[in-house]
């Protein structure tokens, strides 16, 4: 025709040049005509490339020839009306372009998925026609002809490559699956597609192709693969391996594109998570493996019926006649048939290294069989001396109950092998970052109890009869992954680590060299300053805006939500295992003889050990978090600062505003029940600082009798603040005895030097047993323990060694040979 193949609308050429009487007889013409409409109307009114308008009227007049040739041939001639409407229709629908630009490219079968049906259609045309499962020796000279009809159908090589691979894959399927290469070939051609799928300029077309393509082969092989002991036999095994790489490289290429699920991101990584080799192939061992066993166990529930049904017509049919001969001839056949069936089960029971349903079932149906046999040998027996005993002990018995509380029991440790999961990861990666601002506990934990719950759950679903013994032992492997997790939450160090380390007791006054050093460095303030925390003197409280907690101690804190969330959960389960307990008396399942029943008394409650490791665990999680907020985190403004050179200028006002501010902060995070307990040893944290403060503060900090009445006046403050921060949270009796041994101390600051000195020989005579001798020379010094009281005489000489008098030196000196340091 002289026209590039581009621009050629086929049907319409055909049906202007072929004639009706080149077909046999009108009838076979006008089938011919209405094939030719119907490809037209397919590719430029129902699946147009191009939107159409409803209202074009091209598209009006084509709906209504094609209508018009249901009931007989159209006119085709040259002077046709009908022919040159159609022509004009065709040709103006065919022509458009989506822009309203000239193109040079006729669109009448580009549209999906006229396109890819009839170059589907093309490529089925490499195979030979005496052989559909061979491919033409042309096939290259083909494929490079079909490249012709790319730009007419709208291919591409993408496109083009997966048709190919449908082709490949449809044809193994439509010849009954008699050549294998042809799998092998329609693999290759997926590497491509995977290829392709991974560029980034893949079009609309490409993707649904691929989608319809990859769905049909993955439903069609994961059948198989999921029951390939159903589908391939000793002849045919090593197909496999020609679909098992087609199946992994479908599941790869749909789990790494997320374009083709349309699912939110978390579906997708699960989606992938899912899709990858080993959970693919794993997934098919364990679906062929049980579908393959459940059959198994149908076989041997069958085959006991008719051991019973073949003993039981022994007995009635056989055994009367050959009784005559044979004394015990009813017991000899029940006999023989129990090993029979025994050396059955023995090798079945071999391959059942799950419990399951069937496994249970096949093991109770057995018992039911094993206990028709036994009565059979009794019965038969009772004329022989010792009853049938030497018969019966030939009788291996099944051990029905033994295996199945093996079985219970094997399930119990695989499920919670799962346990082991939360471990590592709570031991390496977890963050102790609240899981949520809902939900502020560790993610390992919800992990930890959703685990526990499944497990209770499923453990209930088990078709036996679950007797006190084996909740317990499901309640004991619970417990000991409780509490290997909680030892993983209360492995936060000690409060040791956040002590500081007391300076040697000295002297020191405050005109001191060193002291006069500080007033010229911080004129303003005596207080030693640390830069990241806002220090104020007298008028500057206000200042303060945020608290000190560090990211550490809030952790402490999620570390504490944790362990109460585990201790809510543990109530729960618990109620869960007594409840269920006495609903699976009910159970319709049975065990055989019921060896294994316990006779002790149900327990109140199974996770007793595991609430007390908890409270363990709060108490020391809580110590640690106090001891760091306090000694850490407030250290500058507190330990290191209150009361350094100057009372008046370093007042307490500071730093009970950051203590404020850090146990709202406390509050905020904690869950209700763990706050009581972690503001308790804030308060006893506050108070060993404090202590330290006016024992233990260095040479930088001096006291005068007269400061005893502000230092009163700023522990009442203290206590105070924790008062109305934990209102209601710290009992005050348990504060009254926290603050009693601080306030004995402060009363001992409000005595006089010569008094302290008293005090001081007095509880000294009394630890020796003997009067102190002042004779001028060096006394031992007491040791530091570091627990303060008044009549420890330790305490009393670091209130003498703060004291800033004249007694208080000549005594030191001449005792100690402490001389104040200037």
Known sequence: MGKRAETIILPLELLRHLKPSEFNDSHEYHIWQKRQLKILEAGLLLHPSIPLEKSNAF???????????????????????????????????????????????????????????????LLQSIFDIRDETSVLDEVDELLELMKKTWSTLGINRPIHNVCLTWVLFHQYVATSQLEPDLLGASHTMLTEVAADAKKPDRDALFLKVMSSVLASIREWSEKRLFSYHDYFQKGTISVIDNLLPLALTAMKIIGEDILLTGESPEKEKEERSMNSQGNRVDGYIRSSLKNAFKKASEALLKLAEETEALALNEKEHFSPILKKWHSIASGVAAVTLHSCYGAVLKHYLNCASQLSNETVEVLHRSGKLENVLVQMVVEDSGECEDGGKTMVRQMVPYEVDSIILGLVKQWIDERLQKGQHCLEKAKDTETWNPKSKTEPYARSAVELMKLAKETIHDFFEIPVEITEDLVQDLADALEQLFEEYIAVVASCGSKQNYMPVLPPMT????????????????????????????????????????????????????????????????????????????????????????RHRSNKTTSSSYFDSSRSSIAAACQLVSEVAAYRLTFLDSNSMFYESLYVGDMVNTSIQPV????????????????????????????????????????????????????????????????????TCGEGLIPEDVMEKEAEIVEGVIDLMGESTEQLIEDYNAVTSEASGKEVVDAGHKLPMPPTTGKWNRTDPNTILRVLCHRVDRTANQYLKRSFHLGKKR
Not at 73 to 79: L, R, S, V
Not at 571 to 588: F, Q, V, Y
Not at 681 to 699: I, W
């Open 507 to 594: 002297r020191c006054h405050r005109d001191s060299k060193f002291m006069k050093l500080c007033k010229r460095a911080t004129p303003c303030s005596i207080a030693l300053e640390d830069p990241t925390h806002h220090h104020m003197g007298p008028g500057k409280e206000g200042l303060l805006s945020r608290p000190t907690t560090s990211r550490g101690t809030q952790r402490l804190y999620i570390r504490l939500n944790t362990l109460h969330y585990l201790l809510t959960y543990l109530n729960s389960l618990d109620k869960t295992l007594s409840i269920s307990r006495r609903d699976s008396r009910n159970s319709t399942y049975f065990s055989a003889n019921n």
């Open 656 to 723: 009970l505003q950051v203590l404020k501010q850090n146990l709202t902060l406390l509050c905020a995070i904690l869950n209700d029940r763990a706050q009581p307990l972690a503001i308790k040893e804030v308060m006893k944290a506050s108070f060993e600082a404090y202590l330290m403060v006016l024992l233990a503060g260095g040479h930088s900090r001096v006291f005068y009798r007269s400061d005893h009445e502000m230092i009163e006046e700023d522990f009442r403050n203290l206590k105070k603040t924790f008062s």
């Open 59 to 121: 598209a009006v007049r084509l709906r209504d020839i094609i209508r018009s040739s249901e009931s007989g041939p159209i006119d085709t001639g040259k002077n046709s009306d009908t022919m040159r409407t159609l022509f004009n229709s065709v040709v103006s629908l065919a022509w458009r372009s989506a822009n309203g630009t000239p193109t040079d490219v006729c669109h009448w079968a580009d549209g999906y998925p006229v396109n890819v049906h009839l170059y589907v259609a």
